[in-house]
């Protein structure tokens, strides 16, 4: 078999990435988007988009993505290799990004023999390349169309600074169900997993002034903390940034109302889209989400380095 050559697109190659068929079943080309548009964003670049030929011609691809502002990428989200699994794990092994792997899935993937083949080879071959799975999660989706959910009035939200709402994400940290979190925590510590959450919701280009705490009107005079809430949006649509609830306050259904005070905050702004995303081992925010009327749309498996 011809050698393999592992390299970036150079300048002018962009449209050398269309040239691998696709039969687009899983994958980020699933839910169609373009990744020439990406480019034009910015969101996807010539030197974090690599390839993998024999001779000239184009036998796997990925393409790393990030915010038109970033100067890294932030996740790998699209990966095809055809027949050729070395390729493919030559890929991954040979670029030299160790961000993780964001696999997009159509909702129920396994029950359908096609999609789960595709989508279990692209598993393969990033475990045989080094990665492991870290988690599945669920994507939800609330239109207007689905109506509004409840506003209970059962918690006070006020806004908070940037010390305030880190203090909230290490109290609800604690015992959580985030796989990310758990992980980073048990990587580097609980601090720098509060700080990596922070992180994350000052990337988003949401405005910083929607971000809520959420107390109790029992307790002390001013309330008890309860958890915390962040209607945001990312570069393509609002979503629901974070959601969380302390420790002592679980049980008593506040990851709905935390849920619905967001979705109640983004609809009155406009948005004609809200998107969610939980673990599936977070049983308490799936089914929050689905009382509340959002509608599942996408699975995804994530999956990072060794």
Known sequence: MTDLVIRPLAAGEQHRFAELPDPSFVGIAWTG?????????????PEWTWAALRGDRVVARAAWWGGPDDADPINLDWFDFGDDTEAGVALLQGAPFTCEYCLVLPPAWREDPVVREEGQRRIDVSVQAGMRVLVERIRFRWTPADGLPARPDRLEYRPCDDDAMLDAIRRVHVGTLDAHARAQAAREGAEAAALEDLKILRWFPGPREDWRLAYTPDGTPDGELAGLTVPTRNHTSPVIGLIGV???????????DLLAEATHMLAERGAQEVIGETDFGNEPMAAAFRKAGYQVTQERVFLTWQ
Not at 33 to 45: F, I, P, V
Not at 246 to 256: A, D, F, S
């Open 33 to 45: 988007r373009d990744y020439a548009q990406g480019l034009a964003k910015n969101e996807y670049r």
């Open 246 to 256: 302390v420790p002592e306050r679980r049980g008593h259904g506040y990851g709905l």
